[in-house]
């Protein structure tokens, strides 16, 4: 199928050949029909795209300093490859269309195939001739209704929900700034509650669209006065009860003219995004209640909503991103409501590249611009979901001195940003693996593998990789909950199989990998810790010498905070913070001691997510480990401290490692960056693939390390020692 996308790094922007996504529960598969570019949030993403990489800086401060958070934590060669992998990478455009039903998930009977909906969305309703959307992000369009006007739903829903915010009445008064897309929208609903509506746009054009609408009066910032008495004249010199902030730009106007437009304790809402540098001694002597508008509605950046289906009960909630959707399209049905006047253009979805450069230039004055796709025949096979270079390159030859000659095959299920960053591009440098084969979820991701890695297939069906009899080894790296499932799933195969850490998040969930294993006879099993494969670690541990096995370590891990969209907290999903991470240090301290932990026990710390365990191994080694969230963003990440026969050593965050001995200390330093030991532990397992040898780490060490993260939990719960 085709795609509209972005590279946020060249600017280029493209109608790219792509996988058709795959139905899956929860959802509906749907064929595009009308899809509408947003013509304020679209075009300022799309105008970053063009500036420097300073511009881009400047526009997004709140990026910039995660990054320089990222460079303290994890280093300046680290954190430029991650952020150089998601700004070279093509991104999605698109939120807001109106299409057809082709197939229904478990869990979204609400809907039937051939069914037209409108679907919202900035991951899932994409330019895109078909989507995977969630129940809660696709509402039923009611008869009656064009799907070109039902493709306006999101944006406004977007507006609607501004105006709830405002707790409009019946016989009020709205002033709306910035006549756009948003503000047209915002005036046509308020005329629609019975609010009297004045606008304000330096455009002539949109002020006598809004007045054409039903606004009382508009102009533009420099007829100000005008409109005020204006203003004056049906409010009998009150002022408006609800100003609308719909506007965009750097400049402080608008914010300055609402303050004159408002009434004593009015409500300014803002819609758009705008610089917010209120005048203080104005809005405090108005005691104004400014209030922001977050997206089309309750839901909005909840995971547990937008992806799970999870609803929020009416009586608690009444208007959720759906209902909003839902509320627009009633009103268009019952001709409440009139967007026609809004297009100024349909367009093919394949001339999307020049309708971008059109609006971005000026060449293109418009409000509305949809994109329209085309329309199957009845015997139109079904979209595909591989998409096969025309042409591939395979190494010839191993990177090893011994067995077959011919590169492994190597699938891939996810190619998220860590691997798109930390593993492929080490496997793409090995002449002993050669790319085979990429399936994630999202269409663009396993284009931008393919196009970046050169994998010879790129698919959105997980179960392509498995079915595909040419592979010799398959990588897992998806997210932890899909973990399990997919590496029994892989075994199955009879192919080696690389899985991102954890292994699993419980123990029947380990009980039924060990039970694959035993059922196969494939133990070609690979986990990625790759901490004990870091040179510095390797190194430290060298100069240590015999005392390492029986010493004690320590080792602090500063996890710091997450994003609070980020699909780490879902526990009831993913597991614990820990159980997803802890592995990775609970198998550095295993293989430092040489022994498998036996024993495990954990206490909570003051904040969510802290954890502090000790372990003790069957050597009689033991080991602690503190898991912190809440410090520094900017403190060294990793620590490792060990201490035995009269040496002691520390690991500082992979940039040093010192071995005190005797009277005298040696130290050694990262080059070229933090090493983490990614490189090494690929090319150790594509070494033991290639050749038939052992796989660089035990399966019993693997699945102890897993059971002992998991034992954890299990002690945090109980409060007690718990038996690995």
Sequence with gaps: MKQIAQNYKSGELAVLDVPAPVGRPGGVLVRSLFSLISTGTEMMKVSE?????????????????????????????????????????YTPLGYSL??????????????????????????????????????NLCAAV???????????????????????????????????IGLGLIGQLVVRLLVAAGVQAIGIDPLPDRCRLAEKAGAVACGSPDDLDALLAELAKITNGRGADQVFLAAGGSGNGPVEAAVKLARDRARV????????????????????????????????????YELDGIDYPVGYVRWTEKRNLESFLNLVARNELEVASLIDGVFPMTDAPTVYENLKT???????????????????????????????????????????????????????????????????KLPAASLAHVATTKSLSAVNAQKKFGFITASTDSDSVFRDQSLDAIFIVTRHVTHAKLVCRALETGKAVFVEKPLALTRAEIDQIAEAIEKTGNDRLMVGFNRRFAPLLTGMRKDFGAAAAMASTRYLVSAGTLPKDSWYLNDEAEGSRFTGEGGHFIDTLTWWADSLVEEVYAVRGPEKGDVQA????????????????????RF??????????????????????????GRGKRTIKARGGQDKGQQAEIARFVAAVATGGPMPVSVDSLLTTTRATIAVGESLLSGRPESV
Excluded at 397 to 424: C, Q, R, W
Excluded at 617 to 631: D, Q, R, V, W
Aim: glycine letters at 10%; charged letters at 20%; one cysteine or more.
């Design 49 to 89: 795209a063009s500036m420097s990489m300073v511009g881009m800086a400047r526009a997004r401060p709140d990026q910039v300093k995660k990054v320089l958070d990222q460079v303290q934590q994890q280093g300046l060669v680290t954190t430029y490859k991650k952020v150089m992998n998601k700004l070279d990478s």
């Design 98 to 135: 109106c299409g057809v039903v082709t197939e229904v998930g478990q869990g979204a009977e609400e809907f039937e195939v051939g069914q037209l909906v409108a679907c919202a969305g900035n991951e899932q309703a994409l330019h895109a001739e078909y989507n995977w959307v969630p129940v």
């Design 142 to 176: 009611p008869t009656g209704v064009l799907p070109e006007h039902a493709a306006f739903a999101t944006v406004a829903s977007i507006a609607l929900h501004g105006v709830r915010r405002a707790e409009v009445q019946l016989g009020e008064t709205g002033a709306v």
């Design 269 to 304: 809402i803002d819609i758009g995004k705008m610089r917010l540098d209120l005048p203080w001694n104005a809005y405090y002597e108005k005691e104004l209640d400014v209030r922001f508008s977050r997206s089309y509605g309750p839901g909005r950046y909840d995971t547990r």
């Design 362 to 428: 000026g060449d293109l004055k418009a409000i509305g611009v949809l994109l329209e796709y085309p329309v199957p025949a009845d015997d139109a096979p079904a979209p595909a979901t591989k998409h096969v270079l025309p042409s591939a390159k395979h190494a010839a030859v191993l990177n090893t001195g011994s067995g077959p000659k011919d590169p492994i095959e190597i699938g891939f299920v996810g190619a998220g940003n860590y691997a798109s960053s930390m593993l492929l591009p080490h496997l793409v």
């Design 614 to 633: 000790a372990f003790r191994f069957a050597n009689g080694a033991s080991g602690t480990i503190a898991y912190l969230t809440g410090g520094s963003a």
């Design 636 to 661: 060294p990440k990793e620590t490792m401290d060990v201490t035995g026969g009269g040496r002691s050593a520390r690991l500082d965050n992979f940039k040093t490692a010192t071995v005190w001995s």
